[in-house]
């Protein structure tokens, strides 16, 4: 007597195989947040030597260019709503590289570089360019213009 399939092991067997076959084709958006991990990566492991990561430096490059800058202004420039701008702004505010205050308008938040912010920007420069170049040299000049062709087409 042969025995009768278990209906949930054989709904897994269909839907496993429902899956393979609906997205065998790679995930756009899968792909890259896997090269953005693995890019950033690069960058973190270059900056380690002064103590913050890609996107601590990015946010104060932005507050060294533009202060005094409000978080809402911070926040369009990152590209990043106000509540995640205001989280990653008191991270590096304990970190003592940058000072929360209030501009004109005394309802918003202003940041701007302490100066170990400022010597710590002068530390990481050379370390961002250094991954910058390597990044460079390994994607090449047609696979850099084709990324900066996809930040304008979205």
């Known amino acids: 007597m042969e025995a009768v399939p278990n209906r949930i092991a054989v709904d897994a067997i269909i839907k496993r195989a429902y899956t393979r076959n609906q997205m065998s084709a790679s995930c756009h958006c899968t792909r890259l947040k896997i090269v953005t991990r693995k890019i950033a990566g690069l960058y973190d492991v270059a900056l380690a030597p002064v103590g913050i990561n890609i996107a601590q430096f990015a946010l104060l490059r932005h507050v060294q260019r533009y202060q005094p800058i409000s978080l809402t202004e911070l926040g369009r420039h990152l590209e990043l709503d106000r509540s995640t701008m205001g989280r990653n702004v008191r991270v590096v505010e304990k970190m003592g590289l940058v000072s929360l205050g209030r501009g ?16 710590l920007l002068q530390e990481a420069l050379p370390l961002w360019e250094a991954c910058q170049n390597d990044i460079n040299s390994r994607l090449g000049a047609e696979r850099l213009e084709a990324l900066e062709e996809m930040g304008r087409l979205l």
């Open 104 to 119: 004109e308008d005394q309802r918003e938040a202003v940041v701007t570089l302490s100066g170990r912010g400022e010597t």
